[in-house]
């Protein structure tokens, strides 16, 4: 079947349409970059070029900005194209994944590929085609540089490289640097009415308008459509879906009431222990509304999409840095706060291209022929700047983040320990080819970064750099002129390189191996890298049992104390509070209590947890290149205390399948704390713990062991 036809029949299209028509005629052969409104159709374009890849013998790659989006896309692509051997790869940093070489499509983020990239995978010459979704976050200062090396690695491959992007100014510049033919379009299948609220009326372009009585959010939300509202904090989001509720829940229809009951079940059901937010989600739920931030777990965040998907919630008030991975259309989407706070800059305006973002999620493909996108400045000068900036004005240029120390500190010795950069000249051309090379036209400023990133590398113990005999000349003023000194990872800096951490928190890790003694002196560590900024945000109420915490662990610290005065005291202190809430984490705290008495949502907890787990298997495996046993087995027990939650005594039981902290503690308490006891008990003993089924499991595992170990000794 030819591959458009395929494309259009799996995805339910009659032909396609003007931006995709334009893409396929340029040839999906070659390099684009293609610049269109959100929901105008770019990810068939995608779907038609792997197609083509697949069909000559080639893999493609499918990279996107987040987890949850690569999640999707999985989903989606195994679903309409069962021909095809579809993978996702979004996990383990530390793997090679040798076993995606027998896949056709790979779905992944830009970080997983990185390090694909850093293992030496052997399938990249089978690549022959990579699609960067959403390719404008090249500007973005956490995502970009990574996706930004990404593509300047995989040119060298020479693969086709599509860029899907919305529609930015400078696509073009984009394209240039790719070497890839731009197309732009303004296409959009919905028609797109964009309006300001102000004045007791909204005022739309194209041309609309109608009256607005008392409270503007309640009335624009309130209609028989859905609707999305984004607002700038999480518990914005949380009062507005609550407040909402009060309104729409009169209008949820009989036959929904035993759905949305079974939707608020499901958000309850989502922790061991719930908490007021899970308690404050369910009430929203039950009337059609419900919000959505990062402070949810994966499970309730997925549990509300799925709601709104099937037209439950009528509403859901969600935070602005969730709008790229959102993929819930709705009839009518309203932007309630125009200004984020920034630690730099105070109180500002966000940018039009997030504005752009938010406001491509109104209008429904398959439901209506329009949609509506309303902002909601609060004063005459903010409906201003919306007309200005938003509605009349272009969204900002894309511009590259790459020159910084900090970014550049972990892709330079992935470059040198990956061999693509065995000399400071090769380092340049490499750097030379990037798009911040491209866009700046000099690399002046960023030869001064690369110069002080090769040198601390150097001390410590990362990369080796030698000068042809030449003494020390190179190292002087004149590092890149005429000079060309050879670089080399050591064996330690190539597993650096391949563990994904910052060089800085791998030298912190080694340094501090010697002192890692205890339980406290692992979390600190843990809180002390860099991968865990921003740091926790210190109450009042928080600070008696962080200067407790202080004064009977100082022994145990990895760093020393910074002075009172000093500006690194502040998150010294807030990083103790990570300590205090991580360790009551492994004391069995639950949920609900962290939240009430530290404040830290059930999202954020797993979130740092997850770092957490991966910095602990960084750490020992860097203790293991040195063979310090006592820092591995203090950091082996700890960590699996981290990843379950318990005290040490049930160390032994969480081994066993389908037993977490809650069965753990109940088989403990029962007098059944190791597998010894439970080879002894009775079935129905255990069953008075844990319940028959799960008994019988525990049962079954514990005697497999057992027969395992008695043949092992014949």
């Given amino acids: 079947m030819d591959e458009v036809a395929e494309v259009l029949q799996a995805s339910g299209f009659p032909a396609l349409n003007p931006v995709q028509r334009l893409a396929v005629e340029r040839g999906l052969d070659r390099n684009l970059v293609v610049a269109a409104p959100t929901a105008s159709g770019k990810t068939l374009i995608a779907e038609i070029a792997a197609l083509k890849a697949v069909a000559r013998g080639k893999k493609a790659v499918y990279i996107v900005p987040l987890r949850a989006l690569a999640q999707e896309k999985y989903e989606e692509f195994t679903r309409k194209y069962p021909r095809l051997k579809v993978a996702l790869s979004i996990g383990d940093l530390d793997a090679s994944d040798a076993w995606l070489a027998q896949y056709d499509l790979i779905v992944t983020t830009s970080e997983k590929l990185d390090s694909l990239l850093r293992h030496g995978i052997t399938w990249l010459h089978q690549v022959g085609l990579v699609i960067a979704d959403e390719i404008h976050l090249l500007t973005d200062p956490g995502r970009g540089p990574t996706l930004e090396m990404v593509l300047t690695r995989l040119q060298e491959a020479n693969p086709v490289i599509i860029g899907l992007s919305a529609t930015i100014r400078n696509h073009d510049e984009l394209a240039g640097w790719l070497r890839a033919d731009a197309v732009k379009s303004d296409y959009r299948p919905v028609k797109l009415y964009t309006g300001v609220c102000y004045g007791n009326e909204v005022l739309f372009s194209p041309h609309r308008r109608y009256p607005v009585d008392g409270d503007a959010l309640q009335e624009l939300a309130a209609t028989d459509k859905q609707s999305l509202v984004f607002i700038s904090t999480r518990k914005g989001t949380e009062a507005a879906a609550e407040k909402l509720g009060k309104t729409l829940g009169a209008r949820v229809q009989a036959g929904d009431r035993e759905k949305l009951t079974a939707l608020a079940d499901k958000v309850l059901g989502a922790l061991e222990h719930k908490t007021a937010q899970c308690d404050r989600l369910a009430r929203c739920v039950l009337q059609g509304t419900a919000f959505h931030h990062a402070g949810l777990t994966h499970p309730q965040r997925s549990a509300v999409e799925k709601g709104f998907r099937q037209g439950l919630l009528r509403v859901v008030c969600a935070t602005p840095t969730l709008a790229a991975g959102l993929n819930l259309p709705a009839y009518r989407v309203i932007i309630r706060d125009l200004k984020r706070f920034s630690?730099?800059?105070?109180?500002?305006?966000?940018?039009?291209?997030?504005?752009?973002?938010?406001?491509?999620?109104?209008?429904?493909?398959?439901?209506?022929?329009?949609?509506?996108?309303?902002?909601?400045?609060?004063?005459?000068?903010?409906?201003?700047?919306?007309?200005?900036?938003?509605?009349?004005?272009?969204?900002?240029?894309?511009?590259?983040?790459?020159?910084?120390?900090?970014?550049?500190?972990?892709?330079?010795?992935?470059?040198?320990?990956?061999?693509?950069?065995?000399?400071?000249?090769?380092?340049?051309?490499?750097?030379?080819?990037?798009?911040?090379?491209?866009?700046?036209?000099?690399?002046?400023?960023?030869?001064?970064?690369?110069?002080?990133?090769?040198?601390?590398?150097?001390?410590?113990?990362?990369?080796?750099?030698?000068?042809?005999?030449?003494?020390?000349?190179?190292?002087?003023?004149?590092?890149?002129?005429?000079?060309?000194?050879?670089?080399?990872?050591?064996?330690?800096?190539?597993?650096?390189?391949?563990?994904?951490?910052?060089?800085?928190?791998?030298?912190?890790?080694?340094?501090?191996?010697?002192?890692?003694?205890?339980?406290?002196?692992?979390?600190?560590?843990?809180?002390?890298?860099?991968?865990?900024?921003?740091?926790?945000?210190?109450?009042?109420?928080?600070?008696?049992?962080?200067?407790?915490?202080?004064?009977?662990?100082?022994?145990?610290?990895?760093?020393?104390?910074?002075?009172?005065?000093?500006?690194?005291?502040?998150?010294?202190?807030?990083?103790?509070?990570?300590v205090l809430l991580l360790g009551q984490w492994m004391e069995e705290k639950g949920e609900d209590l962290l939240l009430e008495q530290y404040g830290v949502t059930p999202g954020e907890l797993r979130a740092r947890l997850e770092i957490a787990d991966w910095l602990l298997y960084a750490v020992q495996e860097l203790a293991l290149l040195g063979d310090d046993r006592d820092a591995i087995r203090q950091i082996r027990k700890t960590r699996l205390r981290l990843r379950y939650g318990i005290r040490e005594e049930l160390l032994p039981l969480v081994k066993l399948k389908g037993v977490g902290r809650v069965r753990a503690r109940r088989l403990f308490a029962a007098g059944l704390g190791s597998l010894h006891a439970l080879r002894q008990a009775p079935l129905d003993t255990v069953a008075r713990a844990i319940g028959p089924a799960a008994a019988a499991s525990v049962k079954d595992q514990v005697l497999a062991d057992r027969e395992h170990d008695r043949q092992a000794t014949l």
């Fill in 343 to 578: 630690s730099f800059r105070g109180m500002d305006y966000l940018p039009a291209l997030e504005i752009q973002q938010m406001a491509g999620r109104a209008g429904r493909p398959a439901y209506d022929t329009e949609g509506e996108a309303i902002l909601l400045p609060k004063t005459e000068a903010e409906a201003d700047h919306c007309w200005e900036t938003y509605i009349n004005g272009e969204t900002e240029r894309i511009t590259s983040k790459l020159g910084v120390e900090p970014v550049l500190r972990t892709h330079v010795l992935a470059l040198i320990a990956g061999g693509l950069a065995p000399t400071t000249r090769r380092l340049e051309e490499f750097f030379s080819r990037t798009f911040y090379a491209y866009q700046y036209k000099d690399l002046g400023q960023l030869r001064g970064h690369l110069e002080k990133t090769l040198r601390l590398l150097e001390r410590c113990a990362f990369i080796t750099m030698t000068d042809h005999g030449r003494h020390d000349e190179f190292r002087q003023a004149y590092f890149w002129e005429d000079q060309d000194a050879l670089l080399q990872a050591t064996p330690l800096g190539k597993r650096v390189a391949e563990l994904y951490v910052d060089p800085l928190t791998a030298d912190l890790m080694i340094r501090s191996l010697g002192k890692l003694q205890s339980p406290f002196s692992v979390l600190h560590l843990v809180a002390s890298s860099l991968e865990m900024k921003p740091p926790l945000t210190v109450r009042k109420g928080d600070v008696q049992d962080i200067e407790d915490l202080l004064a009977g662990e100082e022994k145990g610290l990895v760093t020393p104390p910074p002075a009172e005065w000093d500006l690194e005291y502040e998150d010294f202190f807030r990083g103790l509070k990570l």
